[in-house]
């Protein structure tokens, strides 16, 4: 099994869940720097990463998948990142699904990580070593489940002291038991591992929709009333005649 951070014990557990990229060589690819402490390598600069020599990509799934289609264009060798991919997954994004991660296996050829974060660039769970669900950043977070209520809900502390606490969009289990990589911390299980359906994500909501207002009819001006009168005269008048040439033939 591979180890994140330069190994894992019960007694290096809250270490690790600060950051679960410590001792890796880490580079981090895309549009922005979401981790401030890995060195980044923006769109259009990627001809700099073998000179960097990173053992450890670190990118959103978009930035990820943009650098596959790179090297697979230009047929370039990757081979020195050779401990791991790490998937950035934000607070309302959901998780990463298989496909996205065979696509990345199957380049890379390394185990791929994912990484939950916040938007300030906190790590606040990271997936464990054995792909058993996302060990929980204690001293930044906290997830939980309503009663009734299968989506999951994280909580973070704020400046004074409470706790914000805001729906991540997504199932899942929280539990305690002891994990098979040997961390004892709170841990997110049973997360989707698949896109939702069309019916999941389109939801159908019936709208009722009012029936029309008839519009009042316009106010007529004098000078407008004035027309209508003459055009009527005309019309009747017109009319008559007609009747009259039709007698005096008939």
């Keep these: 099994m591979m180890k994140l951070g330069g190994g894992a014990s019960k007694s290096g557990a809250a270490d690790l869940a600060f950051n679960p990229l410590r001792g890796l060589r880490a580079l981090q690819v895309g549009a922005a720097q979401s981790l401030r402490e890995v060195p980044w390598v923006p769109y259009g600069a990627w001809h700099r990463i073998p000179g960097e020599r990173p053992d450890a990509i670190v ?60 938007g300030d660039g906190v790590i606040l769970a990271h997936e464990c070593e054995a792909h058993d669900g996302w060990h929980v950043n204690g001293s930044a977070a906290q997830f939980m489940k309503l009663r009734g209520e299968p989506h999951l809900v994280l909580r973070r502390p704020t400046r004074d002291g409470g706790h914000r606490a805001i729906g991540v969009g997504f199932t899942g289990a929280v539990t305690r038991q002891p994990c098979a990589c040997g961390l004892e911390t709170q841990r997110v299980v049973n997360l989707p591992t698949r896109e939702p359906s069309a019916e999941e994500r389109f939801v159908q909501v019936p709208v009722s929709v009012p029936a029309p207002v008839p519009l009042p009819a316009p106010s007529l001006t004098p000078a407008l009333a004035l027309a209508r009168q003459v055009t009527g005269k005309a019309n009747r008048t017109r009319t008559s005649g007609q009747q009259a040439a039709i007698a005096m033939v008939g």
Aim: overall charge negative; glycine content about 8%; proline content about 3%.
């Design 59 to 118: 990118g959103t799934k978009e930035s990820l998948r943009h650098l596959c289609r790179h090297l697979a264009a230009w047929h370039l060798d990757f081979r020195f990142v050779e401990r791991a991919v790490f998937v950035l997954t934000g607070v309302g994004e959901r998780p990463l699904n298989d496909h996205v991660r065979d696509e990345l296996w199957h380049l890379f050829g390394v185990p791929v990580f994912e990484l939950f974060v916040g």
